[in-house]
């Protein structure tokens, strides 16, 4: 069937609706459908491309800065989002399970994720690096279901807190790995004068990699943060009469303030929003406030993990999947249901926590709209093969999808079944 722009637009707007709507009113009306609002937009996304062959095609490599700046602004959004509502303070005790998260789990995972690429799908050592690198990060766009409730809730549990405060921090840690990958593969292209899916692993790259990639941008990233939300926090509560301030604009200056300055300096600006966030949470936490900027960015974020999940099912329509054959599919299967989970459980042995808290922690890595930044950053700045390039975003998008559907039937039961231990 074919369709004008302006029955693609009313489509569009149809399958959004349906998918914010449904899931909704099944659960008003009694119906027992495991249908979360990223489910419906997945399956509504891939009805249209079904249905409809003249939808413009969706082509992510083409695409890459669109798709790379679309995503960028859904990431900040909800790390912003994930900093404002976390009421337990900082603590080397306190967030014991997110070091263990962010040290050993997502290292495993990019390890074992590498690995496989490398092996069963016979990418080149920096493609199999990227691989890894792009879907380690726990999703804070996705991954609402798992996370803590708004600002002042009292509902930290272990799991949700963990979850959130990995997905908050693991996304600006995992850029290092990314820009690895990205210059292993531009030092192996100087070398050759052809793409450089193998990459180039010498001295000079790994010591300038480590030094700036590593420890400068890193450090940049948590300085900045700290210190843009200090300042903000400081003009908002101590200076500005509050009933002046709006909400959205607030949210979003801090946001983009905090991710722009922080990338001029050659910081990561994943970090330096969410620790803005989080910093600027700590000037008079229990004001409602905090509340106000939390909904706005959560309702922002909505409109962009709709509009993202609804493209992504239109890609897999259109055949975006097609490179992988069934060893593809393997990978993807073995990554979400043994290594991240093995890698989570084996990283919060010793913590004390009981066997079911530390299965979900271990279980509920939700992969989504992070993963897709990551991928589109690395193709669009390093030298990678057209070929490696389809095959890696049809990796990513499986194991999207896959995360999409299991995590977000699986995930709520799971944690209705904890216990409510609240620290």
């Not at 690198?133 to 509902?155: F, K, N, W, Y």
């Not at 969410?274 to 936490?285: Q, S, V």
Request: glycine share 12%; proline share 6%.
């Amino acid at each position: 069937m074919t369709m004008s722009y302006e029955i693609f637009l009313a489509m569009l707007g149809f399958g959004v609706l349906s998918a914010a709507v449904v899931p909704a009113l099944s659960r008003r009306m009694g119906w027992r459908l495991p249908l979360s609002v990223p489910i419906a937009c997945l399956f509504g996304g891939i009805g249209v491309g079904l249905l409809f062959d003249a939808i413009p095609t969706i082509d992510p490599i083409r695409q890459g800065l669109l798709v790379q700046r679309i995503t960028e602004l859904a990431v900040i959004l909800s790390l912003t989002g994930g900093g404002l509502k976390l009421d337990r303070r900082i603590g080397w005790r306190s967030w014991a399970s997110t070091w263990r998260l962010l040290a050993l789990t997502m290292p495993l995972c990019i390890l074992a994720l590498a690995g496989l690429g490398w092996t069963m799908l016979g990418l080149p050592l920096a493609a199999a690096l990227l691989l890894g690198a792009v879907m380690a990060p726990t999703d804070p766009v996705l991954a609402a279901s798992v996370q803590v409730g708004p600002p002042g809730e009292a509902r930290e549990s272990e799991p949700r807190f963990a979850l959130t405060s990995e997905a908050g921090l693991n996304d600006g840690l995992a850029f290092p790995f990314v820009f690895l990958a990205i210059a292993a593969t531009a030092d192996r292209m100087a070398e050759t004068g052809r793409p450089g899916d193998e990459g180039s692993f010498d001295p000079p790259v790994l010591w300038e990699w480590l030094a700036v990639d590593v420890v400068w941008k890193i450090a940049a990233g948590l300085f900045m943060g700290w210190l843009i939300g200090r300042l903000l926090g400081w003009a908002v509560f101590r200076l500005a009469p509050r009933r002046g301030v709006s909400d959205g604009f607030l949210a979003l200056g801090l946001t983009l303030f905090a991710y722009g300055v922080t990338e001029m300096v050659h910081g990561y600006g994943f970090i330096a929003v969410f620790i803005a966030a989080l910093t600027f949470r700590r000037f008079e936490r229990d004001h409602a406030f905090h509340s106000d900027l939390h909904h706005f960015v959560e309702q922002t974020e909505m409109i962009f993990l709709i509009g993202v999940v609804f493209v992504t099912g239109i890609a897999i329509a259109q055949g975006i999947l097609a490179p992988l054959g069934p060893s593809g599919w393997l990978v993807a299967a073995l990554f979400l249901l043994l290594v991240r989970p093995l890698a989570g459980w084996f990283s919060l042995a010793g913590l004390g926590l009981p066997r079911g808290e530390r299965f979900a922690i271990a279980a509920l890595g939700i992969r989504g709209v992070g993963s897709m930044y990551y991928l589109a950053y690395g193709l669009n700045h390093a030298p990678y093969s057209i070929e490696t390039g389809r095959l890696l975003w049809a990796l990513v998008a499986l194991i999207v999808a896959i995360s999409v559907v299991a995590h977000g039937i699986g995930a709520p039961r799971l944690m209705a079944r904890l216990p409510a231990r609240v620290e």
